[in-house]
């Protein structure tokens, strides 16, 4: 692993946006393939808009993001081929069934031509209801559209996954069977990058640990250090600490 | 409480800037509108001023209404100039504006901006209303303060009527300050009278739009799906109804073309007429059979043509857009009992001539002068009588009815 | 992957609340406004085909003592535009005929009259639904385009994939547009169906190719709207404040410029009205008239003597000889006094309109629904095209009664120095049962589009620079 190249990379990434706030301070950040890592801080730290910056919704100041090498400002389709992306509140085509919704997030994924099958097997991967498959996402619950949200990312079957606070307002079942499918993927090789709030969850998924606070990644931790560390008095500590200087 | 809240749909208004741009939309199509038709007017009333008839000429012929500034209606219908021959009445157009690109778009009166762009901005209003708040969230909020739902709708409302009519009156009576700067335009005490009847109706229509689009707007769940069922609403109200009316009377009532049978005994009448000269009683005999055999074939078909008005008035009325529509032409003078009005007064005109007149052709005198046709307006309470009373309280009952609908509707309000 | 993104949008709208609805606007009515617009067609062609015939009957029982009476009125009749069942245009302010006379023409009554009651309420014609209710439709459907799109994150859901924005944007607009296009189509060929059942005259001449110009104009026409209400959005960060710029944006478009263009026309070039015109001409031919009158009974003194001449008249005489050669002089002096005259005044007065026209034509370009309003009204027959060739056809057809009838006639009107007016008749013969019949050239298909095209212009603009517009705001659109 440690030899392996980053799928994802921030190098030297700052954001300063046109009121003057400088939301991102030379950011450098890797995650390599088989590796979640999980981005705290509160909330305004810049972890949306690292993200932000990865997908190329706008672009940065100073610095490169790469998704498996391509410099993503540079060749952004190139690089969007390999990333998928689950957003804090999933929000999908309402008149559409859960599986369209699939069908046509596939195919802007490039995986066209699946079979019906295709996609209730992945549905029934992350443990959506049966009857749900071909009803209209309209009146799904979070919980379901986050479930929904996962599979788009799964069928499309990119080396790297982008989530913003994918378990935010989810009841804890929920979420508790969202981190499980994000453990397979782990497993399966995918570079996972994941901001959130909740600490004790990314305590226990997480291979890696990031703390941002004012725009700069402040803390880093491996999982073994994590033991030895209370993840929880850390990050509260650094909370009410000194704001940081400029 | 009820006023709290008003306040501050006043205050979200103002600072709103769909109400600026409501606002902005309210001043241009008003003042346009007076700025347009007054130029109409006055280059009717110089066209007027060249073709009046000159005393002793047996013609019938109106100057235009200055109220038609406001609806114009059927003034020019009005306008249209009537001879009279020994053999009957020949209508002709009368004055006009040169003004031929009407014909491609409506006459942009201030009726037709209230009745067409009004109501379609006081129903996007109304409609925002509940579902802009639930969709804030701002709903919940406020019920959840133990204020009871009546006096938010109420409330909404109030604040709703004043942010839209204030600054309409306002508009209105700037355009009309500017008119009267017009010398040749003074407004009598009837016609001021008229002018804020008119102005009355139409608040009642356009908050009856308000209250309509509250109502909708309770009874749908997404706002954005909903705009095309306002939409639709709005068009069939404002468009399709008051035509529908048209179209089922005609196929009810039938009405004769007497138009061609007429044309056909002229021809041979004016022959006779011009041939027969000096053969004293029988031609004044053959001229009085012809001018009664006339007056036969235009009551028959007046009376059916006036059924025919009639039923699809009656069935037009179904939306309150048409009945206002009645209403206003009919206070400010163009409408349709109006020119049924001037219609009797020539005949009575004809009446009154036609003995002289054929006497004088048939004993081929010198043509003779005849006393001048005056025309007086109906008076407002005749013009009550005869309709428009029907029509405000007609439009005022869909009022309150959609008013207490509304109320009701969102008094059963589902917040969640 | 345009093709995946033109099926999604497609079938989002036709899932949703608003295509149902819209079609049931659509189907019911459009095909409404074109059966009114028929039944008003039908009866306004049974009324043209009667009077035809009365004033048939009416010619073809003249005699020469009409004429030199001076009582000739023949009337010439306009048809009915058969396309008027798309829209009115200046159909009811046209005259339905115009009456031929020794002095001139004069307009009948137009084809409003009695009916024009019914107006009070505004009317409803195809054109007239697709410019108020189509172009609102089109701006609101397009208005969350994209503003409600990224409202729903769906945009960024689609933007984290590898796929182009200008592609997003194309197939955004294609599938909008056919959600809006299908259902129109529908509505359209059931109208066509139920003027086909009603006996409208649908196959003849160039009847279907003005359908189908009439069907591709409205097209292009709701693509235009559709287009502008993207850019609007594409403009605006929330769905909610593009629906009020939309209302800004219809009602000026609508409303405002196209009255405007006329007002500030008017106010640039103001022209005199035809009766101010009309009434000057005949002052002036009374005067010339009167002049003429005058010199010819002095004239008739100098030649026959203060007793006048003699009747029976000797045809060979040589008083008379010298007579009809004066007579022949003074006449026609007077004939091209008049016309050099009034032939100034009409030069000028049309030189005038046509400049106010041009103007009011040009500013009321700006906005597409005018130019639209024109044109179509041009491709059915009822545009400012028919009113030329109206107008054209009768003058055409005066002088042509002027050379045949009315010139025939010779009624010569003497006022003799000592007061006494003499009028002397002198008939030509004339071919009553032959006399020119009225008829108006109507204007071609290619005729309506080459008169339009500053039109076509405006529209075509109306379609590129929205669009360029919206593709330009969007590729920068602020997706977060």
Redesign the interface.
Known sequence: MPDQKPILKAEDLSKRYEDGVLALDHLNLEVRGGEVYCLLGANGAGKTTTINLFLNFIPPTTGTCYINGIDVTRDPLEAKKYVSFVSENVMLYGNFTARQNLDFFAKLGGKANLSKEAYYQVMRRVSLQEKAFEQRVKNFSKGMRQKLGISIAIIKDAPAILLDEPTSGLDPKAAEEFLEILAELKKEGKAILMSTHDIFRAKDIADRVGIMKEGRLVMERTREELQYEDLVKIYIDYMKSEPLTV | MTWTIAQKEIVSNLVSYKFFVVLLLTIVLVLTSFFIMHRDFKNRLSDYQVIRPKPGDPIALLPPNPLSIMAKGLDEALARSYEISPIGITVRAGQKSGNIIFSLFPAPDFLYVVRVVLSLVALLFGFDQVSQEKEKGTLKLMLSNGLSRSKILLGKWIGNFLSLSVPFLLVTLLGVAFLSLDPDIHFSSEQTLRFFLILFLTLVYITFFLSLGILISTLTKRAASSIVILLFIWALLVFVIPNLGTLLARQIVNVPSVRALSEKRQQVWTREVLFSQGEGSKLADHLRTIGDENDRLDENYRGKFNRLVNLSKNINRLSPAASFVYAVTDIAGTGISEENSLKREVVRYKDSIIQDMISTVVSNSKIKEYPAFGYNYRSLSSVFAQGALFDSAWLIFFNILFFALSYFAFVKYDVR | ?LK?IIK?EL??NV????FP??S??CVL?IP?GM??NQ?SYA?RL??YS??MR??G??VS?LKI??VM?G?VAIKGFRPPARLSVFT???E??L?RFYEFTQDGFR????S???E?????????DFVF?VQ??LS??GL?FAS?VIA?EKE???L?????????RDKILIGKIAGGYLALWLPFIIAFLIGIIILIVGSFPFFGGDTPARILSVFLSVSLFMLIYFTIGTMVSSSSAK???S???I??VW?SLQ??I??????VA??VYP?R????VS?EKSLLARSIDTETAKELGRQLDLVFGAAGPKAPEDENSPEQKKWNSVKTRIQQSARERKARQFGAIEETYQQQKRRQQNL?VNL?LISPS?AF??FI?DICGT?ELE?TKYIEAVRAHQNALDNELFSKVDRTVMIRPNGETMLAFHAFPVDLKNLPKFSIASASLQDAFKENWRSLISLAFWLIAPFAVAYVRFIKY???
């Not at chain 3, 307009?107 to 137009?110: A, H, I, L, M, V």
């Open positions: 992957m995946t999604k079938l989002d899932f949703s609340y608003r609805l819209f049931l606007i009515l409404l059966y009114v039944v009866k049974r009324d009667e009077q009365l004033a009957e009416a029982a003592q009409d009476a009582t009115q245009g200046f009811s302010t005259p307009p009948g009554e137009s409003g009259g009695d024009s009651i019914f107006s009070v309420q505004g009317k409803v639904l108020m209710l609102l439709i609101l969350d409600g729903s994150g769906t960024r859901a689609m933007l984290s994939n590898s796929l182009p769905a909610r404040t629906v009020v710029a209302l800004l009602a409303l405002i196209p009255k405007l263009s006329d007002m008017r106010i022209v009205t035809n009766t101010e009434l009011a009321s005018a309003a024109r009204a545009g009113r602020d997706v977060r």
